[in-house]
């Protein structure tokens, strides 16, 4: 008898199908001039994956299919950096604003550039987010830009829960290094979910690292989206509509982000006693016999 898949899983093979569909017109519309071999192999990994989302059964047969979602999701990344990578000079070391807002401006398609510029750098790209989303601004206008970066650092950051939850330790290992990846997910399993929500609001940890390393704990991925989802957004709102305003490169506006990074900080502090408070609270012990809110009336104690 075959097992009908839940609304989760029709979900799920939609978005990936339509992934599928999406990364063969990138590679036909922009990956032409690449070698021919590596063309046909990206052709070839492409339907195959795509075909295996489509055709196997999520319950039946769950290996297969979260290999087809896992290469799939792989060569997706791959085709992203191979574009940004070639067709828009990150060849070259980024160091300012104005290299990034050359490289967007300079690319045929420069609001894809920047979308994907921003989900990159979360992932693999050793950019500051001040500067692509401070580009962003300078170029499409504060609200654009806060949009746009908000939507590819959550994508971002989907793609490394992703990469701890289905390659585990390894690959963070490789990534951010062992010490670092320990580190983090102790942090994580013994602050608990409400501290992670705490640490992605602020950007004195590092979001992407912590992403990464959630992959490797028992958090689940729906709490994982809407804490992520809530949370980043907020840095990137501030760098979108004050980063031009209050600079980075003068005294002035050195001094008033540190004013405002100061701010944060003091705030850490009632965050902290709440988180503690919180955990305190949860693991007090329960009573064994509930308490009745009234006293029983005399009739019942004659009984």
């Not at 330790?169 to 608990?192: C, H, N, P, R, T």
């Not at 949860?282 to 009745?292: A, G, M, Y």
Request: net charge positive.
């Amino acid at each position: 008898m075959q097992t009908a898949m839940t609304r989760k899983q029709w979900i799920q093979k939609i978005v990936f199908g339509l992934l599928g569909a999406g990364s063969l017109f990138v590679l036909f519309l922009w990956m032409k001039h690449i070698h021919p071999l590596a063309f046909f192999l990206f052709f070839v990994l492409e339907i195959a994956a795509t075909s295996g989302i489509i055709a196997f059964h999520p319950d039946k047969c769950p290996i297969l299919f979260k290999l087809s979602i896992t290469a799939l999701a792989l060569i997706a990344l791959v085709e992203a950096g191979i574009i940004v990578w070639e067709h828009t000079g990150m060849g070259e070391r980024i160091e300012s604003v104005d290299q990034l807002i050359d490289i967007i401006q300079n690319a045929e398609w420069g609001l894809l550039v920047f979308f994907g510029l921003t989900l990159l750098q979360v992932v693999v790209l050793p950019v500051p987010a001040w500067m692509t989303v401070m580009a962003g601004a300078a170029i499409y206008g504060s609200t654009v830009s806060f949009l746009v970066s908000s939507a590819g650092t959550v994508l971002g950051s989907f793609i490394c829960f992703f990469l701890g939850r289905k390659f585990g330790k390894k690959i963070v290992y490789w990534m951010i290094g062992q010490e670092k990846a320990e580190q983090y997910s102790k942090l994580i399993f013994d602050k608990g979910k409400l501290a992670f929500v705490v640490m992605m609001v602020f950007p004195f940890f590092p979001d992407d690292m912590l992403c990464m390393t959630a992959g490797l704990t028992n958090m689940k991925f729906r709490f994982f989206a809407v804490s992520v989802s809530l949370t980043r957004p907020v840095m990137l709102a501030f760098y979108s509509y004050f980063g031009m305003r209050i600079p980075f490169t003068t005294w002035w506006g050195i001094l008033i982000w540190i004013g405002i990074f100061a701010v944060m900080v003091a705030a850490m502090v009632p965050a902290k006693r709440f988180i503690e408070r919180y955990k305190q609270k949860k693991n007090e012990p329960k009573p064994l016999v509930e308490i009745q809110k009234t006293p029983p009336s005399d009739k019942e104690d004659g009984e």
